[in-house]
Each structure stands twice: as C-alpha cells, then as structure tokens.
C-alpha cells in the first residue's frame, strides 16, 4: 500500500507543486496580503494550477512509456515505465483531474482568465513536449512561460494588476532555473548520455550555457532593480519614506541568492536537476527569508502600522 500511494505520488510529480506558489506572487506585490476574502479562491486556484501540472506529467509519462524503460534513471522515478502502476490506472487519474479541473472552474471559480491560464498551462506543456523540446533555445524559453502563466493565474483571480517589470523578472528566474538544469544535466549526466536523454543538448555545451547564465543573471538582477526603484520612486529625493527606502537593502540579498545558486549549481549539479533541493540551502533560505521579510516591511507598513 505504501509502495503505491509512492507510486501515485511520483506520477503526480507532487515535488513540482512549488512552481505553482508562483500564484500567490500577485497578491502580495499588489499589496492586498490582508484581504482575506481573496483566499478561497486563491487556495482553489493554487489546488487547480497543481492539477493541472499533474495533468501535463501523467500525459507526458504515457507518451514516453516505451523511451523510459530504456532510461535507467528514467525507470526509477517514472512508475508507468517501471510498471508500478498500469496504464489503465494512470487513464483513470487523468480523466478524474480534467473532471476536477473542469468542475471546479464551473461551478467553484468561474473566472474566464484563470480558464485561460489554465488551458495555456496546458497546451504549452504540450506544445513544449512534442514539438519545442527538439529545438535549443526555444525549449528553455517556452518551458519558462509556465511560471509567468501560473503568476498572471494568480492575478486574474484577484482582478489585480501587477507591473510588468515584475513579471519579467518572475519570466527571467524561469529562465535562470532552466538554464542551471541543462547545465546540470550535461555535467552530472555528461554530454553522450544527456544527448541519449534529451537529443538538444547536442546543440548544448557547457560554455555555452554559462554565457547564457551569465546573462540572465546580469539582466534579473538589473529587472529586480528597476522594479524596486520605480516601485518606490527611488529617483526622486524626498519622495519615498524610509520604510519603502530600505527596500533596496533586497537588492544585494538577490545578488547573494543568484551567486549562491549558481555556485550550488556548479558545484553541486544534482541541485540544479532538482530545484527544490536548492531551497534547502542554508545560505538562500537565510536570504530568501530577510528579503521576504524586508519587503514586506516596505509594502505593508503603512497597513499594518493603521491596524
């Protein structure tokens, strides 16, 4: 029983779950945290976004039965292949998560651009697996418009607008993380047998992907900036309180975060093959946690300090 409920769990792939928090991010940065009557319907959008996700996985997995039982690593982690759970089952999940979703979103929260979101979460998963994983470069871009729809899911559930810098910079962490997982995969996997596991990375060398690092590393970091200084009016003396000033003080927290990740990923390339082993690391939980808290400071004083 244990040992299916195991199964069950890999074929959901709960462990990605944290790419769909992303719908959350509106709410905070819209500065609405203490509106509780937003939340039922974020929870249930958060619960949709996930199955959803599951949706993409269990009809890649059925796509791939045969080419994962020829992947070692592949047939560990994938139950279809390895036989742990029969095709039929894993049917019957897909039809209960497509009931789910479609129930939800007619009877729950019918919100058409949170539908739309959804059916582009979707089709993009889709899209990406059987047509632009084949093309390098496009599949790292296409793959990170999965985090901006998730984001944008959030705001439409909210009827809330959020600045585009922001949403870049979410686009450009997408990409960020993308990149470090190629990377991981031709160092841990090395180049013959990340070829065997996905043909681009032929077109991919590890010089390559630290220029792109490099580059999109430099460039969240300056989208990050601009966002915050434009927030808060930064550019004019005297405009901004001190308590939205202090703001900036995240700015080297980010730096720290992208350094510390991308050395993570270097040296340790497992990490960047499993993102949420990142999240783990002392040095970017410690920071990640003073730059959520400091602004939190800058968008909710005013609030917290009138209650």
Not at 162 to 176: G, M, N, P, R, T
Request: charged share 15%; net charge positive.
């Amino acid at each position: 029983m244990v040992g299916k409920i195991r199964s069950i769990i890999h074929l959901l792939r709960i462990r990605q779950y944290y790419k769909n928090v992303m719908v959350f991010a509106g709410i905070f940065f819209s500065e609405k945290l203490f509106d509780t009557s937003l939340y039922f319907n974020l929870i249930l959008g958060f619960v949709l976004l996930c199955c959803a996700s599951s949706f993409n996985y269990i009809i890649n997995d059925i796509r791939d039965i045969e080419s994962d039982k020829k992947h070692p690593e592949k047939l560990k982690k994938r139950p279809l292949a390895s036989g742990a759970l029969s095709l039929y089952f894993a049917i019957i999940i897909l039809f209960a998560l497509a009931g789910l979703i479609i129930l939800s979103l007619i009877f729950l929260i019918p919100n058409i651009g949170l539908i739309f979101m959804i059916a582009l979460i979707i089709i993009t998963g889709q899209l990406y697996n059987h047509v632009f994983k084949k093309f390098a470069f496009i599949d790292i871009l296409i793959l990170s418009t999965g985090y901006l729809w998730r984001t944008l899911a959030g705001c439409m559930i909210i009827e809330e607008y959020v600045s585009a810098w922001l949403f870049l910079a979410i686009f450009e962490v997408a990409i960020f993380l993308s990149i470090a997982k190629r990377k991981g995969d031709l160092k841990f996997l090395e180049k013959d047998i990340a070829v065997e596991h996905k043909k681009v990375y032929d077109q991919y060398s590890l010089k390559l992907l630290d220029q792109f690092h490099i580059i999109i590393a430099g460039s969240l970091f300056m989208t990050y900036s601009l966002y915050l200084i434009l927030k808060f009016n930064l550019f004019e003396p005297g405009i901004a309180n001190f308590y939205e000033y202090i703001a900036i003080i995240t700015i080297p927290l980010a730096l720290y975060i992208l350094m510390r990740y991308m050395y993570l990923t270097s040296a340790k390339p497992e990490i960047a093959r499993n993102t949420e082993k990142a999240f783990l690391d002392k040095g970017i939980v410690i920071a990640g946690l003073l730059l959520i808290i400091i602004l939190f400071f800058s968008f909710y004083f005013d609030i917290v300090f009138n209650i």
